[in-house]
Nanobody, 125 residues
Framework: QVQLIESGGGLVQAGGSLRLSCVASGGTFSRHTVGWFRQAPGKEREFVGAVSWSGGMTDYADSVKGRFTISRDNAKNTVYLQMTSLKPGDTAVYYC??????????????????WGQGTQVTVSS
């Protein structure tokens, strides 16, 4: 079993920045794709971005492209979500998820069997 722990959420002003971290343990991660998703109250969980542990490929939702960046530190088994130019519409609980079955970024939440507990991001206007 893979365990994922997110951290780094908080309250920021519009236009500010935050960096979220997702630390993985309990498995082999070299071929795991890691995705970031977010969910606001009353809304569906939506794809934010993803990175492949092998191949260095990333993918982003159009709503965050150019503002958010996903990176990885394999020595620390950690994936980061760097968020800049934050908007009130980015307010949500952010989750990381791991997929051991694909080396490619995947946008569907149904592809990910392992999930973290989520971290709250609130952006004020």
């Amino acid at each position: 079993q893979v365990q994922l722990i997110e951290s780094g959420g908080g309250l920021v002003q519009a236009g500010g920045s935050l960096r979220l971290s997702c630390v993985a343990s309990g498995g082999t991660f070299s071929r795991h794709t890691v995705g970031w998703f977010r969910q606001a109250p009353g809304k569906e969980r939506e794809f934010v971005g993803a990175v492949s542990w092998s191949g260095g490929m990333t993918d982003y939702a159009d709503s965050v492209k150019g503002r958010f960046t996903i990176s990885r530190d394999n020595a620390k088994n950690t994936v980061y979500l760097q968020m800049t130019s934050l908007k009130p519409g980015d307010t949500a609980v952010y989750y990381c998820a791991a997929d051991p079955r694909s080396a490619m970024p995947r946008a569907s939440r149904y592809a990910y069997p392992y999930w973290g507990q989520g971290t709250q991001v609130t952006v004020s206007s």
